[in-house]
């Protein structure tokens, strides 16, 4: 069985789930997810997880994401996108500058209400579920954040941008939002994702490229261990007798460690590691042999290691 991520270029015209039971029947293993989803119309990096590392989904739900959208002025539709029944037409007569200082005003921390076309849930039941019975209701707004956007083109009624944004954002929505800031509607017309995380789409495979690389043997080489997604975190590497302390998921104390390496303390006695070590912070664990076993949390309180999430 595979373990490890792997980084998916959904091309558009299928679900995120129908990428995921493709890739299934290609690499012959049930045990596959992905986070992150992309709308059938949409295209673009899709992070899927393999085996163990479908316990990633939690970690990487909070994950920062980059895209490509061109937006469609003077349209409003009831999926918020191109693919959805038109609701109301204007006329488009605001000018370039007035476009950009739209765009431009929804950076930073803001909020927004979702789209009714969404997988989010009401009383147990999802959004575009109420909304295919016909059903819209209220739905609360929630704080997102607009790092950075870049207008690459304005060619009215169509504007071609790019957008960095924190988890929760609907690129969808932002273009119903900017429209709406201009008074004549708008709705997105095309979506690529070019960015998840350190997922990129420049080193992103087609499921054919994936198809061709498992039959030549070759696919280990573009799956991603799982320690990856915690390359920022410190890591912790347990004395050769204390393993079985980890592989247990059992706590960890000062005196089962051999060793915390990071980027301003490697191998430091314990005394200097104690001063370091900041209350809730998070640890890739290694066994003595340096096989990547979980992701551990330092309680102060207790002043021991915690276990998050086994690996194993």
Known sequence: MYNGLI????????????????????????????????????????MV???NATKLCTFLEDKDKEYECRMLLGV????????????????????????????????????????????????GKKLYELAREGKVIEREARDIKIFRIDIKEINIPYVTFTVHCSKGTYIRSLCRDIGE???CGGCMDHLKRTKV?????????????????AKEGKIDDFILPTSDV????????????????????????W???VKIVCDDMTEKD????????NDMQMFKVYTSANKFIAVYKYDAGEDIFKCEKMFL
């Open 49 to 51: 997880c393999l085996g």
């Open 255 to 257: 005196s089962n460690i």
């Open 7 to 46: 980084n998916v270029y959904k091309e558009p015209g299928f679900t995120s789930m129908d990428a995921v039971a493709v890739l299934r029947g290609i690499l012959k293993q049930k045990k596959i997810g992905h986070t992150g989803t992309l709308d059938p119309a949409a295209e673009g990096v899709l």
């Open 76 to 123: 409003t539709t009831d999926t918020e996108d191109t693919t959805g029944t038109v609701l109301e037409k204007k006329d488009v007569d605001c000018n370039e500058e007035e476009i950009v200082e739209a765009i431009k005003s929804f950076l930073g921390d803001i909020k927004q209400i979702p789209p009714m076309y969404s997988a989010l849930k009401k009383d």
């Open 270 to 277: 314990t005394v200097e590691l104690k001063s370091k070590v």
């Open 181 to 183: 800031k201009l008074g």
């Open 197 to 213: 995380s350190f997922f990129e789409e420049k080193d992103s495979l087609k499921l054919s490229d994936i198809e061709a690389l």
């Open 230 to 253: 915690f390359k920022d975190l410190s890591s912790i590497f347990v004395k050769e007798e204390s393993s079985k302390i980890i592989e247990n998921g059992n706590s960890l104390l």
